[in-house]
């Protein structure tokens, strides 16, 4: 075999090394672009809910001081009745304005409750996507890592098998090199 048909396979084989140490080295760092993208729209959206955890709390403060304004002007409606009708403000008509106050009240903390209640939603809708960004970088770091690893170790093995192909043509005595002495690579 003429020494530079040696070099064929040698050269084949330190190529497709190469690009198989490449590719997979660009593939994890798609990999790892696309657990960066992920991690920073969780992150986003964990921004998102703690903002609406804040915007509900606040509402909540807002409709339950809206139904206590209302309750009052309920009870001045109800008395400014009582006295126009010159009827008695007290005995019965006190316990049905009594009742109405606490079911009032009644109500305002149910709605101040319900607001508590949707903004412990968003927040733990933010914690869970807070986790979900911390796992797709900790998914970026390690795909990076990989990357790297793959490069390193694909190299090896193409470098370990053009060796292996060399040596098996150099047993056989065929030397791929110059009449100078010089490898034709």
Known sequence: MAPAIVLIPIALTVAAA????VGGYMQAQAQADSADYNAQVASNNATIE??????????????TQARRDQNRRIAGAMIAGGAKGGGNLTGSF????????????????????????????????????????????MEARSARRAGTVGLVTSAIQGASSSFSTYDRFASR????????GVPNF
Do not use: C, F
Request: proline share 3%; charged share 15%; net charge negative.
């Open 18 to 21: 190469a690009a198989s140490a």
């Open 50 to 63: 703690a903002q609406n955890a804040q915007l509900a709390l606040a509402q909540s403060a807002a409709d």
């Open 94 to 137: 006190l316990d049905v304005q009594k009742d109405s106050l606490i079911e009032g009240e009644l109500g305002a903390l149910n709605t101040r409750y319900a607001g508590i209640m949707q903004a412990r939603g968003h927040s733990v809708a933010a914690t869970n996507y807070q986790a979900q960004a911390g796992l797709a970088r």
């Open 173 to 180: 005595g065929v030397q791929p090199s110059s009449p100078g």
